[in-house]
């Protein structure tokens, strides 16, 4: 019997905790989920089995499907304002920010945020939008108003807001990697062929930061699809995520087997969307070969 | 220049910060003249190519071109288009998309039904007819370099600006593009300004050279002229090498001025009018393709440095007598000398033509 060499011994002690960590809080995991999934629950035990009742109830209960669908409309919103407020800033700073120093500031004061807690900054949002907030103290200084509303909070517009907030340094910081990237001479070679500015932009940039945009909004996306502070923060009665729906069935609803079907439906969906994003980052990267 | 003029620069500077790239610089280029920006990095040629572009904006002065003034128009608003020095060609486009793209500009006169036909012609005319298709990412240098060529010439600009454009390709390539250059410019008509660094390149392909140093330009002249008649010495070591010698002028003598070389030998050469005083320090300059071997009265005296194998001719290294830099000689290969006679050490003399003696002004180094 051939011994093991100390290189194969060095390896497995190499990548023995690390694997074991992913195999143990990744992937076991994960098989649970999909197998209670398919469980039945006899109140109060849930029952190994294999059944589609819990997938049935998913998609006939609108309940459920309400939830799946707002969440998805209030991800694609974020997304939708994430780049439509990260794109000109990436811009800006990468093509109009002359000094090196200062872009680098502006730079570093999109992504500072991400390092304080995510909960703090969802509920200053709370303080700003609430009924004695920033944003109604400042509306009755300047006279607008003449008592604080109520508007602002617990809604999902708010919902928008914060989550927007949270996450816009995910989709500048992709953009903004890809337009540095963007070689300068390409910029004036266009000009110089007689192309102004704005067809610059068409013909050129926006074509050469598709990638970037891609994987901004794939990570925005994703991010806000599984938030589940913001609902209940600023979100009104009708700000429900699945996130939260997830966390009633583990919680107060106590039907795991539900929960596990509705967390691998989750799952799948993200899938689907990381496979679609990879697939168009693929195809913008062949275009630039 | 006997044409009327296309490009003009009237007193144009550019600073950079605290940094002057180009003092204040005037000169004209004319219809369908081939001039090259001559000089090494750092010289403005590039920058003054880029301010002629509409990249860069002068710091004072007026640019013109056909007849307008242009100072401060933006690129995309100027007669006249680039090939860069790595290109530039867009990778998300095919060739014939890129060669495409300077006619697709809003209010172009070319129809767009025309743009395919207008496409295969210049790739056609660069050689690069059935590469259509692919994308610049699958072209080898010397082919990116024709489709940039292609790019820039279907606008039909009325100054053609090359930036260094031949810089990125191999020696023998090199080569095949120089003469295809030359090709293109006889038979298009359009005036080519180019920046090289490259004198070889710029002899071989221009009517005209305009030698820059440190911001400034040095000389404008035919390649004949800067190489028979440099206005200086660093032109003259540009333009071809140059040995200088540390001298003294001593006046005239018939016809003829004579010049003391630091060893003591006297040297004559052919008289033009100068403003030197008999005493004078100056400065001579002598091509080392014009010290022969053969024996005569006009001659350069010293010893042997070095001798290097050039395959068709030898480069002899020799340090003239009194002087402190070592001068250089070009040998044809076979030449009367003995092996013997070159090696290190030995004393060697060349005759020099007294018309082939050039004479400058000593500056302080």
Redesign the interface.
């Known amino acids: 019997m051939r011994r093991p060499s100390s290189s194969m011994l060095m390896t497995a002690g190499l990548f023995s905790l690390p694997l074991g960590w992913a195999l143990l809080l990744l992937i076991v995991p994960y098989i649970l989920m999909i197998a209670v999934g398919f469980w039945t629950r006899q109140f109060p035990l849930f029952v190994p089995d294999f059944q589609f009742g819990n997938y049935l109830q998913l998609f006939s209960d609108p309940q459920y499907t309400t939830v799946i669908l707002r969440t998805l409309k209030i991800a694609a919103m974020v997304t939708g304002c994430a780049l439509i407020l990260g794109y000109p800033l990436a811009y800006f700073l990468v093509f109009t920010i002359r000094s090196d120093k200062l872009r680098n500031l502006v730079y570093m004061a999109v992504i500072v945020p991400l390092w304080v807690s995510y909960l703090l900054r969802a509920y200053t949002w709370k303080i700003i939008l609430g009924t004695d907030g920033a944003l109604n103290s400042a509306l009755m200084s300047l006279g607008l108003i003449d008592a604080p509303l109520d508007a602002f909070l617990y809604n999902q517009t708010a919902m928008v807001i914060t989550l927007t907030y949270i996450f816009v340094p995910f989709m500048v910081m992709p953009i903004y990697a890809v337009l540095e990237n963007i070689?300068k001479?390409?910029i004036?070679?266009?000009?110089?062929?007689?192309?102004?500015p704005l067809?610059t932009f068409r013909?050129?940039i926006a074509?050469?930061s598709l990638g970037g945009v891609v994987a901004g909004a794939m990570m925005t996306f994703c991010l806000s699809f599984g938030d589940f502070v913001a609902p209940v923060l600023v979100g009104g009665p009708d700000g429900t995520m699945v996130a939260n729906l997830l966390q009633t069935q583990f919680g107060a609803a106590l039907n795991w087997p539900l929960g596990s079907a509705l967390a691998t439906l989750v799952l799948i969906m993200v899938l689907a969307i990381l496979a679609v994003t990879g697939w168009a980052e693929r195809a913008s990267a062949r275009?630039?070969? | 220049m006997s044409s009327r003029p296309i490009v003009t620069l009237d007193g144009v500077t550019k600073s950079f910060g605290s940094f002057k790239a180009l003092h204040e610089t005037s000169f004209s280029i004319g219809e369908g003249e081939f001039v090259t920006l001559l000089g090494p990095s750092g010289c403005g040629k590039t920058t003054t190519l880029r301010l002629i572009?509409?990249?860069e904006l002068p710091t004072t002065g007026k640019i013109g071109i056909a007849g307008q003034d242009v100072t401060h128009n933006?690129?995309?608003r100027r007669p006249?288009?680039?090939v860069?020095q790595?290109y530039?060609?867009?990778?998300?486009m095919t060739v014939a998309e890129n060669v495409a793209?300077?006619l697709?500009?809003?209010g172009?006169t070319v129809a767009r039904s025309d743009i395919p036909r207008q496409v295969g012609e210049v790739l056609e005319m660069v050689g690069l007819s059935h590469m259509g298709g692919k994308?610049p990412?699958?072209l080898s240098g010397g082919q990116k370099q024709r489709v940039a060529m292609a790019?820039?010439l279907i606008?039909k600009p009325r100054v053609l600006l090359l930036d260094e454009p031949l810089s990125a390709l191999d020696v023998k390539l090199r080569e095949v593009m120089q003469v295809e250059l030359k090709r293109l410019h006889r038979e298009l008509g359009i005036t080519f300004l180019m920046v090289t660094h490259d004198q070889t390149e710029a002899l071989a392909l221009s009517n005209r050279i305009v030698v820059m140093e440190a911001g400034r330009i040095r000389q404008i002249g035919t390649p004949n002229d800067l190489y028979d008649r440099p206005a200086t010495p660093y032109v003259a070591d540009f333009i071809g090498a140059t040995n200088l010698i540390e001298a003294r002028y001593e006046g005239r003598e018939a016809g003829f001025e004579v010049i003391t070389l630091p060893g003591g030998a006297k040297l004559r050469r052919k008289a033009s009018g100068n403003g030197f005083h008999p005493g004078s320090e100056v400065l001579i300059g002598i091509r080392p393709e014009h010290l022969s071997p053969a024996v005569g009265d006009n001659l350069v005296q010293g010893r042997v440095v070095d001798t290097l194998f050039h395959g068709d001719s030898i480069r002899l290294e020799f340090l003239p007598d009194g002087a402190t830099q070592p001068a250089f000689a070009q040998l044809a290969r076979g030449s009367s000398l003995s092996a013997d006679a070159l090696m290190p050490g030995q004393p060697i003399r060349f005759a020099v033509a007294p018309e082939d003696v050039m004479l400058f002004p000593k500056v302080a180094a």
């Open positions: 070689p001479g390409l004036e070679a266009s000009e110089d062929l007689g192309i102004g067809g013909h050129v074509p050469l275009n630039l070969r | 572009g509409g990249f933006p690129p995309y006249v288009n680039t860069f790595d530039a060609l867009f990778p998300h793209y300077g697709t500009v809003r172009s994308r990412g699958a790019r820039a606008r």
